[in-house]
């Protein structure tokens, strides 16, 4: 399984790459292989606040609905336009093309509280054994 060890993990698969005040979202590789293929994928308007902990938008799989939950503090700074045309991009490249949406953070403290990809790891072996 991919874990690029620049970005923080969540417990609730998301991962989050911080590049000075602005964050990119996305889901772990784990997550979209659960998911089965993605068919659609709904996401928040530009300049949307939300709170760490808050769904902020869904994806819709061969199997299911699932919420995707903001990881950190932020406002909604970017969405990427190309998941409406072409949602499968976040099976097929997850931690690049297939990124959900980038914030600007308001709160850089949280990114600590994040799991690194060791520790996402480890939770992963905890959670499927």
């Given at each position: 399984?991919?874990?690029?060890?620049?970005?923080?993990?969540?417990k609730?698969?998301?991962?989050?790459?911080?590049d000075?005040?602005?964050?990119?979202?996305?889901?772990?590789d784990?997550?979209?292989?659960?998911?089965?293929?993605?068919?659609?994928?709904?996401?928040?308007?530009?300049e949307?606040?939300?709170s760490?902990?808050?769904?902020?938008?869904?994806l819709?799989?061969?199997?299911?609905?699932?919420?995707?939950?903001?990881?950190?503090?932020?406002?909604?700074?970017?969405?990427?336009?190309?998941?409406?045309?072409?949602?499968?991009?976040?099976?097929?490249?997850?931690?690049n093309?297939?990124?959900?949406?980038?914030?600007?953070?308001?709160?850089?403290?949280?990114?600590?509280?994040?799991?690194?990809?060791?520790?996402?790891?480890?939770?992963?072996?905890?959670?499927?054994?």
């Amino acid at each position: 399984m991919d874990l690029p060890n620049e970005l923080s993990y969540t417990k609730d698969h998301e991962w989050l790459l911080v590049d000075g005040d602005i964050g990119t979202i996305g889901i772990t590789d784990y997550a979209q292989s659960e998911l089965g293929d993605v068919v659609y994928v709904e996401l928040p308007e530009d300049e949307s606040d939300f709170s760490q902990g808050d769904a902020f938008g869904s994806l819709e799989s061969v199997k299911a609905v699932s919420e995707i939950f903001m990881p950190v503090d932020g406002e909604i700074v970017e969405v990427n336009q190309d998941l409406e045309d072409s949602p499968e991009l976040v099976n097929d490249d997850p931690y690049n093309a297939g990124w959900l949406v980038k914030i600007r953070l308001t709160d850089p403290d949280q990114v600590d509280e994040l799991m690194s990809s060791e520790e996402y790891e480890q939770y992963l072996k905890e959670e499927t054994e």
